[in-house]
């Protein structure tokens, strides 16, 4: 990147401090920004007649972004919420399109970052309909090995699917086989 | 686009035909090529314990491809077959990268292509889990007016997610809204 690249860059994402419990994104609202997490840790949330069903995580270095509702800029039916002190780096959504343009491989790293979000958001709703909770759970430990102690329990019973005192069993079982 | 760019689209796009009931792509194997369709129609369908569940549908002008297989380069558990005698222009996953590299707009078609597709089948996955038949149906004929004469009855059903004698009944309650 040249020095011009780097002071776009540096206009155009600016910093954000969100505290535990806060929201990121709210359900019929827009997703106007897309952030990257400088230090922190939130969840993303889908409300289901009251019941709350966390579907994913973001940790440091992650991005965030519900990119449904970003890239055609209409409202979302998500949730995303700190679970920690988050420190985020916003970029909105015309500094995105200004990126793509101005700097000289924008194009190309916009191309290839989308490809990868689409095949991870693939995977996720295909292993939220397709997989047993056991291989939920698993696959959790395996995505997010790194904040697996940072997430309480019922948060991460929900991403399985189950109530946390199925966690627990599973869990029992899946010690007792190491 | 240059004469150099149209040339090099024309070297790496291929002309072939697919008979009625045969396969672009089946199960187990990798989605090598993206296709337009000069004319003809193809059904997406997931083989589930022997019952094909058909999902969607591409006909004249439309591009064919199991991106989920395609961006990864990945073996899929998809299939898409010729409803009618098909006419294809495909472009391999190489020869895509060369448009990508070599056209002066091919990062940003690429990038704009694939966003839309994103949410394209995002869409298409949350009204299979959540919408209800009757919402199915008037789905596919928004989105598939143009071909709903050409789909034989039984592959709508599946599309909808019901036996063909209830669609009929569907079909029957909706024409005398009409």
């Known amino acids: 990147m040249s020095i011009d690249e ?14 535990k419990g806060d929201h990121f994104l709210t359900e019929g609202h827009v ?26 995580f973001n940790r440091d270095g992650d991005f965030i972004c519900d990119y449904e509702s970003f890239l055609p800029q209409a409202p979302t039916n998500k949730n995303i ?17 200004q990126i793509y343009h ?11 970052g989308i490809e990868q979000v689409f095949v991870n958001v693939i995977q996720q709703l295909s292993s939220l309909y397709n997989d047993s909770p056991e291989l939920r759970y698993r696959r959790f430990l395996d995505t ?35």
Chains 1, 2 share one sequence.
Request: aromatic share 12%.
């Open 102 to 112: 101005d700097l000289k491989e924008g194009e190309r790293f916009g191309r290839l």
């Open 31 to 56: 997703c106007k920004s897309l952030a990257m997490i400088g230090k922190g840790l939130v969840r993303y949330y889908i409300n289901d007649d009251g019941n709350e069903r966390t579907y994913y």
């Open 81 to 97: 919420q700190a679970l920690e002190d988050t420190t985020l780096y916003l970029v909105s959504y015309n500094g995105l399109q």
């Open 144 to 178: 997010f090995s790194d904040i697996s102690q940072r997430v309480p329990q019922y948060y991460i019973a929900s991403y399985v699917g189950i109530k946390p005192q199925s966690l627990s069993r599973i869990r029992k079982r899946a010690a007792q086989h190491h």
């Open 6 to 19: 780097e002071q776009l860059l540096l206009k155009l994402f600016t910093e954000k401090k969100i505290e």
